[in-house]
Each structure stands twice: as C-alpha cells, then as structure tokens.
C-alpha cells in the first residue's frame, strides 16, 4: 500500500532558527509530491515536486525531492512566530487521480 | 472569484440523522474532492471526481455518498451520522491532478 510518512510529528523552535521538515513515501508509479501549510484554517499550497534534485525555493522555504532515497525535506530559515502552523505533504502516482496526505508536522515558533 | 466554498460551516447532529454539506467553485475546475481531517491524522480522502458525471472512492468512503452533477458542486452526504464522523472536512478542487487544489474553509461537524 503506497504511503507518506513526515517526521518530526511535532517541532517547538525560537525565532531565527532554521527547521527541516522530513516526508518519506513508499509509492508504486511516483508522480509528484506537495507541500501544504495549514495554519488555523484551510491548508493553503507551497510546492510541487516531480523531479529529483530540483530545489523549488519561495523567499525563507525551500523544498527538494530525491526520488532515490524516496524522500523530500522542507527546509524554513530564520523562522518567524507566522510560520507556526501545521506542514502536510502529500504524494500523487501515474495510475490514480488521488492525492493523499501524510500525517503533518506541527511546528510552534516561540519569540 | 469567491474560490471554492463550504456550507454550513459548523454542524452538529444527533446519531442516525443525515445531512448534506455543500461544496460549491467558482474556478471551472474539473477535479474535486472531499477530505476529512482528525486529530494526528492529517487529511484524509472520503471521495473526489475528475469531472462532471464521474466520482470514485477515496481512502475512507464508506457511511460517506457524493454526485457530480455539474462542474461547479460536489455535494458531500452522510445518509446515518455516527460519532466517528465527528470530523472537519474539506473540500478541495484544481484543474487536474496534476494542478496544486484549492481548499475551502472547512465543515465543523459534531455527531452526538
């Protein structure tokens, strides 16, 4: 059964530390992988991932891909108190139209 | 554009009753889908539809109907409510999957 597992459940850090978030999968016919963040509401999209080794970059996050090892981290830098929220990936595969999630990480930025 | 929306946006109901919760885009897509979200367990898909007519199963299905009659709703129904319902749910919609999805506010819904 494919499936996305994301580490750590739940991060607690200080204003200006850097984070990275882990999300490995298990797919059979890997298409891409999404990142989502999720503050009290709707998850609203970060990136998409479909080939290994790119990094998507948007300000202070980046995320890479590496469809060897089967993973995909989500690096934050100088993290702010507006990044606490709770970051989803989620993977798509060639032969369904699903998009499943994993779990999420937690993540609280303290002053 | 008002994106995608949800109705109502906060629910309860005693066991055994049913209800609709709506999910209405605004952007002409065709891909659709509904998820449920509990805690520590982060988004589950109930059902979704690549297109007007066309729906299918997602992970959790079941005590869960939807119809795809037009492009723009997704109509979510739980036919007899139970507890293990008590969830939010969202619905989402993009293009394609192959597009990121939208996602509407969300559904509150407690079942006594």
């Known amino acids: 059964e494919d499936k996305v597992v994301q580490s750590p459940l739940s991060l607690v850090v200080h204003e200006g530390d850097t984070v990275t978030l882990n999300c490995s999968y298990e797919?059979?016919?890997?298409?891409?992988l999404l990142w989502y963040k999720q503050e009290k509401k709707a998850p609203t999209f970060l990136f998409m991932l479909?080939?290994?080794?790119i990094e998507k970059k948007s300000g202070r996050l980046s995320s890479i891909l590496d469809k060897k090892e089967l993973f995909s981290i989500l690096n934050i830098t100088a993290t702010q108190t507006g990044d606490s929220a709770i970051y989803l990936c989620?993977?798509?595969?060639?032969?369904?139209?699903?998009?499943?999630f994993g779990t999420g990480t937690r993540l609280q930025v303290f002053p | 554009n008002a994106g995608v929306t949800q109705t109502p946006k906060f629910q309860v109901l005693k066991t055994g009753q049913s209800m609709t919760l709506q999910c209405a885009q605004d952007?002409?897509?065709?891909?659709m889908s509904w998820y449920r979200q509990d805690p520590g367990m982060g988004l589950r898909l109930i059902h979704y539809?690549?297109?007007?007519?066309?729906?299918d199963q997602g992970e959790v299905p079941n005590g869960y109907n939807v119809s795809r009659s037009t492009t723009e709703d997704f109509p979510l129904r739980l036919l007899s409510a139970a507890p293990s319902q008590t969830s939010v749910y969202f619905c989402?919609?993009?293009?394609?999957?192959?597009?990121?999805?939208?996602f509407g506010p969300g559904t509150r819904l407690t079942v006594t």
């Open positions: 797919v059979t016919n890997f298409r891409s």
């Open positions: 479909t080939s290994s080794g």
């Open positions: 989402a919609s993009s293009y394609s999957i192959f597009y990121e999805q939208y």
């Open positions: 539809s690549v297109g007007a007519g066309i729906t």
């Open positions: 952007m002409n897509h065709e891909y």
């Open positions: 989620a993977f798509t595969a060639y032969n369904t139209d699903k998009l499943i």
